[in-house]
């Protein structure tokens, strides 16, 4: 990889890819151009980068010569087809989209957990989805000291998740309701404007669960590289921007206190305790949104396990950055 490797970003006018931008420019990436690239309808436009304009171009076959580093936000179905063309220019894929994540020749990586398969790549690298990242940067701490043998989720997901098409829709439904006007939803299937509805993926009609849960769950076993650890999942849309949430008890092995949990999390990157129960003062997406850190509170004991083996907990996370963005820069720093 050279020291200042040409990057581009696919999906570059979408709500990810504004932020792979906004990433490399405050984290002082080392790229040497940036290109960014749409689709046609995009082409022209212009985006400003470290103060200098870009025009963003169409995405093409052609597009990736001399590119060194590719940043994939455009969807699965972009993503299949021209991350190999990228690969093949001689092009390093990092894709945010779930069409290679469960491939076994492709690393799964968040950097807090596994860094050490990055260099393992044959050309991509997939970036986990939003929930499985949310989750997995405190409980992979945990289930290093005791391991974690079965996890139940709830999920609280903002509208970026769909795309900035989405982020628009939860704007202009809430005004339309708030001055009582009608309004038909375009992108997400339900009203989204007060409103809170089962998440948007298609729902397997034999097990009635959803595509998005049963990423979580596949996502979970391979990157923390554990078939046996049982995943429960229910995953929600509310009316929020940016930051998801997420409920979370897990079981440990050998029993757990909420100070060993405590002690373990003070420590762990990515990590921030916001948990001051005097205030009623936990993590919340208006306090995650912007920051790279998962924020992690209302630690304590699973009362339903008389064992002493269960923690519940409450995070919240900025699904555009660590859910995406920021986790899929952090890889390509381990990349220059
Ligand atoms: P465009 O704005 O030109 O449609 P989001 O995830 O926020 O919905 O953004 C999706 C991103 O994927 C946008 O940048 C969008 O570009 C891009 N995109 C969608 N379809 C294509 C396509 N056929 N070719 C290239 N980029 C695409």
Redesign the pocket.
């Known amino acids: 990889m050279k020291s200042r490797p040409t990057v581009a970003i696919?999906?570059?006018?979408?709500?990810?890819?504004a932020e792979f931008a906004a990433c490399l420019e405050q984290r002082k990436f080392p790229l040497g151009t940036l290109k960014a690239?749409?689709?046609a309808?995009?082409a022209g436009k212009t985006m400003n980068f470290r103060g200098e304009t870009i025009v963003i171009e169409e995405?093409t076959e052609k597009s990736f010569e001399g590119v060194d580093i590719a940043l994939f936000?455009?969807?699965g179905s972009?993503s299949k087809k021209f991350a190999p063309i990228a690969v093949k220019a001689g092009a390093v894929v990092i894709d945010n989209s779930s069409a290679f994540r469960m491939d076994p020749s492709v690393p799964l990586v968040i950097p807090e957990v596994n860094p050490g398969r990055i260099k393992e790549h044959k050309g991509i690298i997939a970036n986990p989805n939003c929930s499985t990242i949310t989750a997995l940067v405190p409980l992979w701490p945990i289930h290093r000291k005791n391991r974690i043998q079965r996890v139940t989720i709830a999920t609280y997901q903002a509208s970026s998740g769909a795309?900035?098409?989405a982020m628009e829709e939860l704007v202009e439904s809430t005004r339309a309701h708030l001055e009582g006007r009608s309004y038909a939803p375009k992108v997400l299937p339900h009203p989204y404007a007060f409103n809170v509805f089962s998440h948007n993926d298609t729902v397997d009609p034999e097990t009635g669960y959803n595509g998005e849960e049963i990423k979580v769950i596949r996502e979970t076993r391979k990157i923390f590289e554990d078939d046996a650890i049982r995943v429960g999942i229910t995953c929600v849309r509310v009316p929020v921007l940016r930051a998801h949430c997420e409920a979370i008890t897990f079981e440990c092995e050998k029993p757990i206190t909420e100070d060993e949990v405590r002690a373990i999390l003070s420590d762990a990157p990515g990590v921030k305790i916001v948990d001051d129960r005097a205030k009623n003062y936990f993590p919340m997406p208006i306090d995650a949104s912007g920051q790279g850190d998962i924020l992690v509170g209302r630690i304590r004991k699973d009362v339903s396990d008389p064992t002493g083996h269960s923690i519940a907990m409450f995070v919240s996370g900025d699904q555009l950055l660590k859910g995406a963005a920021l986790n899929a820069v952090q890889i390509a720093e381990y990349l220059v």
């Open positions: 696919v999906g570059a006018t979408g709500a990810v890819g690239l749409a689709s309808r995009s995405l936000s455009a969807g972009i795309g900035a098409a």
